[in-house]
């Protein structure tokens, strides 16, 4: 799978027992040699990534390394963010991050404050929300005060901003059955002087 073969190449793994020299600085040295040829670059990768297959416990050593190599983790992490197009990777992820929700919340928190000056980044939010409407709409009736929390920024954004406040007229007058008129051409007809 393409997604996995990214993985693959962003794994900067230990070649522990392949020399006898100790210490990083010489291993390093020949990791460095080793990897200039694609081809036993390749077949390094294919042998740890069986190793670390067949050893888990391995995997979570790499990923705490991992975390002190910061060029390397936003590349992973980058690389990993542009795969999450493919439905199956997507769906991989989503699996996981649903079974550690405080996690799933900070992401979510941080994914929202990262997109506010990202018009296209609130785009594809806005059409995550609308491709799940009916889920979103679940969501927020089974929580009374999540949906107070929301409905009430509505109302104060609408009172700063007289714009908004009459796109929100007239959206309630479009749900509304029966409503005839919106709520502005109400609001003009109100304010007509009666004839006498």
């Known amino acids: 799978m393409r997604v996995l073969a990214r993985w693959s190449l962003l794994l900067l793994l230990p070649l522990a027992g392949c020399v006898h020299s100790t210490g990083v600085e010489p291993r390093r ?28 416990e391995y995997v979570d050593q790499l990923f705490r390394l991992l975390l002190g190599h910061r060029s390397s983790l936003n590349r992973f992490l980058a690389i990993n963010a542009s795969g999450l197009d493919d439905p199956q990777y997507a769906a991989l992820m989503a699996h996981h991050l649903v079974r550690n929700p405080e996690p799933l919340t900070e992401v979510m928190v941080q994914v929202l404050e990262a997109a506010k000056d990202e018009p296209e980044a609130q785009r594809a939010v806005l059409t995550a929300i609308r491709a799940q409407k009916e889920e979103v709409a679940a969501q927020l009736l089974s929580d009374p005060e999540t949906l107070s929390a929301v409905m009430g920024a509505l109302a104060k954004r609408g009172s700063e ?14 749900l509304t059955p029966g409503h005839g008129g919106s709520g502005q051409e109400q609001g003009d007809k109100d304010s007509k002087p009666k004839q006498e």
């Open 161 to 174: 901003d007289s714009a908004i406040a009459r796109q929100l007229r007239s959206l309630v007058d479009e």
């Open 29 to 56: 040295f020949f990791m460095d040699k080793a990897m200039k040829n694609e081809v036993e670059r390749r077949e390094l990768f294919e042998a740890t990534l069986r190793v670390l297959d067949e050893n888990p």
